[in-house]
């Protein structure tokens, strides 16, 4: 018998009463296939590699290394835990014996702290690391410039702190060697596109000191992955994929939530939410002494998922196990980041409930399960967040939990969805303009721009700089472009999408800092009345201050958690591609302006996750220019829906919210990077018109994807709908979260007769 049968049957019965196990993937365990050191690796390395156990390479990092230690641009994208830290450490140890630097970029400050650590603890003689990040104190900044030979950052830090003061750097960019940039995968959409243009800025800035790097990329398996990092570089990269090393055994368990007696709006059947169901799971596996990871989608979720599994371990009277169990989430401070870290990867914590911020490879050896409390956002993060469990070499333990959604729904009805097919590529567009122009005027601050400098920013960069001319952003000159501002240029990109400055979270009757929210989305998580959960910790937010950047917030104890909705209209600006599916429907996608306001937030129980209420708000709108996909249908075909019972409007509405939901399937997004409109005659298209749009400035190439597979896209969002078990319509198939209508009015009959009429025309 498996080793995890028993306990995944025990848990079920003891512990979640009559949820659903859909469905149980057994991947065997794998041997490695190790091969000899490169002839070129510095006997120091050897020797400290020997002290600390590894007695010889996999394949795959000897082939990647030898890539990279021969000049080429590299590519290794290979699964969680394959050793991809030791195929660039090989390489860039060299050139630091050679007298070479290296620059390490992560995309969170944990990782990089992390490989610090290893580093430290291999104490490679000459090799001379440090961390330079928001973190960093000032009196350790410049010994960092002086001295560090393998400077650990990330593109935040590189854009902001670096480039612009590349003089500074000069004597480290001289004799830089070697670009690792881990985690590359992390890098699509807008963020992707920006970082993008930092290293396309990097090379730039490097060639002024007569250096060109060569980049190593480590990424989890990807599709395309050659493809993704060229567009990630601008570069040509080889890739590296066959994983060669040895994989534990893994249960994948795929589990539904039971259906409650509780109801929702308009009547609709209400699913155990899958926090409350990963609180269980986290609680009794803490009970059966498996040490567990749980995945949870949001900063909220990660607290209510660790304070509701204390508080089953105390009604269980395992009080011992208690203190055992804790969140972690970005936003706070880096000291209680850093803490918790460390006691998970002590032991002292068994069990420990994070966003994704502990998805990468940040080392944390002897995880027994992992359990996933609704879809990550794309199958690559799925297979690295499964993949955390089971370092130690015994056999492992996921659990993937369906949210009530649809794309969760139809995913552990549809375990080939998950087990049967490749993952996806990484989508990001350096050429989309709104990203390009700030970089542009960036890279002209740190050195003016020249004709020759052109085709390293694509061939969008001569018209962008056209425009940012006519708007006195640049001024030309013979000699090139120059940035005559006394702002600074850096400032003008929001790499990270966050809107501007962060909002502090403070506690009204201390003044204590708790943490920080981006700006973009503090309208919808501190906004007044809203529930802030701090590790532990439950606060109400008293006022939302959007001009002084500040939430005050008092402590409190409510029995319901706030869920903020908004209101969205859209209007089409250019249509930049459409397809004809024959008499009646057609599929178009281009650009769009997109006004969205936050106007209510629901109170639902914490523990049912029923609708106790509904609060309005006063929030100030906010203006997207992006792009979208969308589908049409002509009069005559309305009219057919009609005569066959069909309210256009609910339907429309309806099949906007499954779209959304499953998009993520096909583009490598998450549903909250998307949103919805639909409505049964659109004033720019004189017709029913759903519309699902990207939502970042300029767009992020995810309604694009959704254009490029919009047959199979909306043929699985047809499917979800039809086989969800509800009578009316559930947040299962057609309702949503976040819809600023209060889920009405919604037809599940007529969305199917809707999709039916569009793809019989496809």
């Known amino acids: 018998m498996n080793r995890w049968e028993p306990t995944l049957q025990r848990l079920w019965r003891d512990h979640t009463r009559t949820s659903q196990v859909t469905h149980v993937q057994r991947l065997a365990r794998s041997p490695g296939v190790s091969e000899d050191w490169p002839g070129w690796t510095p006997p120091f390395l050897l020797e400290r590699l020997a002290e600390t156990g590894v007695a010889a390479p996999w394949s795959h990092q000897v082939d990647a290394a030898d890539l990279a230690h021969a000049g080429s641009n590299v590519i290794i994208a290979t699964g969680t835990a394959s050793g991809k830290s030791l195929a660039f450490l090989l390489p860039c140890a060299a050139a630091i014996a050679d007298g070479g630097n290296v620059l390490y970029l992560s995309p969170t400050k944990a990782l990089a702290a992390d490989q610090q650590r290893s580093l430290a603890e291999l104490a490679l003689p000459g090799v001379r690391s440090a961390v330079y990040d928001g973190d960093t104190p000032s009196e350790e900044r410049a010994w960092i410039r002086a001295h560090a030979n393998y400077v650990l950052t990330n593109p935040d830090m590189l854009h902001h702190a670096v480039l612009g003061r590349h003089a500074a750097w000069a004597g480290f960019l001289r004799r830089l060697?070697?670009?690792?940039?881990?985690?590359?995968?992390?890098?699509?959409?807008?963020?992707?596109?920006?970082?993008?243009?930092?290293?396309?800025?990097?090379?730039?800035?490097?060639?002024?000191?007569?250096?060109?790097?060569?980049?190593?990329?480590?990424?989890?398996?990807?599709?395309?992955?050659?493809?993704?990092?060229?567009?990630?570089?601008?570069?040509?990269?080889?890739?590296?994929?066959d994983d060669a090393a040895p994989r534990a055994a893994l249960s994948f368990a795929l589990v539904e939530p039971e259906l409650t007696d509780l109801v929702g709006e308009n009547g609709a059947p209400v699913r155990r939410t899958a926090t409350a169901e990963a609180a269980d799971l986290l609680a009794g596996l803490a009970i059966e002494g498996v040490r567990t990871l749980a995945f949870v989608r949001s900063r909220q979720g990660a607290e209510l998922v660790a304070m509701s599994a204390r508080r089953a371990l105390t009604e269980a009277k395992e009080h011992d196990l208690v203190d055992r169990v804790a969140a972690y989430r970005a936003g706070y401070l880096a000291g209680d980041r850093r803490g918790l870290e460390e006691s998970l990867r002590s032991g002292e914590l068994l069990g420990l409930a994070s966003t994704n911020a502990l998805e990468l490879g940040v080392?944390?050896?002897?995880?027994?399960?992992?359990?996933?409390?609704?879809?990550?956002?794309?199958?690559?993060?799925?297979?690295?967040?499964?993949?955390?469990?089971?370092?130690?070499?015994?056999?492992?333990?996921?659990?993937?939990?369906?949210?009530?959604?649809?794309?969760?729904?139809?995913?552990?009805?549809?375990?080939?969805?998950?087990?049967?097919?490749?993952?996806?590529?990484?989508?990001?567009?350096?050429?989309?303009?709104?990203?390009?122009?700030?970089?542009?005027?960036?890279?002209?601050?740190?050195?003016?721009?020249?004709?020759?400098?052109?085709?390293?920013?694509?061939?969008?960069?001569?018209?962008?700089?056209?425009?940012?001319?006519?708007?006195?952003?640049?001024?030309?000159?013979?000699?090139?472009?120059?940035?005559?501002?006394?702002?600074?240029?850096?400032?003008?990109?929001?790499?990270?999408?966050?809107?501007?400055?962060?909002?502090?979270?403070?506690?009204?009757?201390?003044?204590?800092?708790?943490?920080?929210?981006?700006?973009?989305?503090?309208?919808?998580?501190?906004?007044?009345g809203a529930v802030y959960l701090h590790q532990g910790l439950t606060y109400v937010v008293d006022r939302l201050d959007l001009d002084a950047g500040v939430a005050l917030v008092r402590g409190a104890n409510p029995e319901y958690s706030t869920w903020a909705r908004d209101v969205t209209e859209i209007e089409v600006r250019a249509t930049l591609r459409e397809a004809s599916w024959g008499p009646s429907a057609a599929v178009h996608f281009g650009e769009a302006t997109v006004t969205r306001q936050v106007v209510a937030y629901l109170k639902r129980d914490v523990r049912t996750g029923s609708v106790l209420g509904e609060q309005p708000l006063d929030l100030p709108a906010r203006t997207l220019r992006s792009r979208a996909v969308w589908w049409t249908l002509g009069p005559e075909a309305e009219e057919r829906l009609r005569a066959a019972g069909v309210e256009p409007r609910g339907a429309a509405h309806a099949a906007e919210h499954a779209a959304i939901g499953l998009l993520p399937l096909f583009a490598t997004c998450d549903r909250w990077d998307i949103g919805g409109v639909s409505t049964a005659l659109h004033a720019d298209t004189g017709r029913l018109t759903v519309f699902v749009y990207d939502g970042h400035e300029g767009g992020a190439g995810f309604a694009e994807r959704g254009y490029a597979a919009a047959r199979a896209w909306l043929t699985a969002t047809r499917e979800a709908i039809a086989t969800c078990e509800c009578l009316d319509g559930c947040p299962s198939c057609i309702q949503s979260p976040k819809c600023g209508s209060g889920n009405d009015p919604l037809s599940k009959s007529g969305a199917l007769h809707l999709l039916d009429a569009v793809l019989d025309d496809a």
């Open 177 to 241: 060697r070697y670009v690792v940039i881990d985690e590359a995968h992390r890098y699509r959409g807008v963020f992707g596109s920006h970082v993008a243009q930092i290293v396309r800025r990097l090379r730039r800035v490097c060639a002024r000191y007569r250096g060109e790097p060569t980049f190593i990329l480590a990424s989890a398996t990807t599709a395309t992955p050659e493809e993704s990092a060229r567009r990630l570089t601008g570069l040509p990269v080889r890739a590296v994929t």
């Open 363 to 528: 080392d944390i050896a002897g995880l027994d399960a992992v359990v996933m409390a609704g879809w990550p956002g794309t199958l690559a993060s799925l297979w690295q967040q499964a993949g955390r469990a089971g370092r130690t070499g015994e056999d492992a333990l996921a659990v993937f939990i369906a949210r009530d959604d649809p794309l969760d729904t139809y995913l552990v009805h549809h375990p080939e969805a998950v087990f049967g097919r490749p993952v996806e590529s990484t989508v990001l567009d350096p050429d989309n303009p709104y990203v390009l122009g700030p970089h542009l005027c960036a890279a002209a601050a740190e050195i003016p721009l020249t004709e020759d400098d052109l085709p390293v920013f694509g061939p969008a960069a001569e018209e962008v700089l056209a425009d940012l001319v006519e708007r006195k952003m640049l001024r030309r000159r013979p000699r090139g472009w120059f940035w005559t501002r006394r702002d600074r240029a850096a400032d003008l990109a929001d790499i990270r999408g966050a809107g501007g400055p962060p909002v502090q979270i403070a506690d009204a009757e201390s003044g204590q800092l708790l943490g920080t929210v981006d700006e973009a989305a503090a309208h919808s998580t501190v906004h007044d």
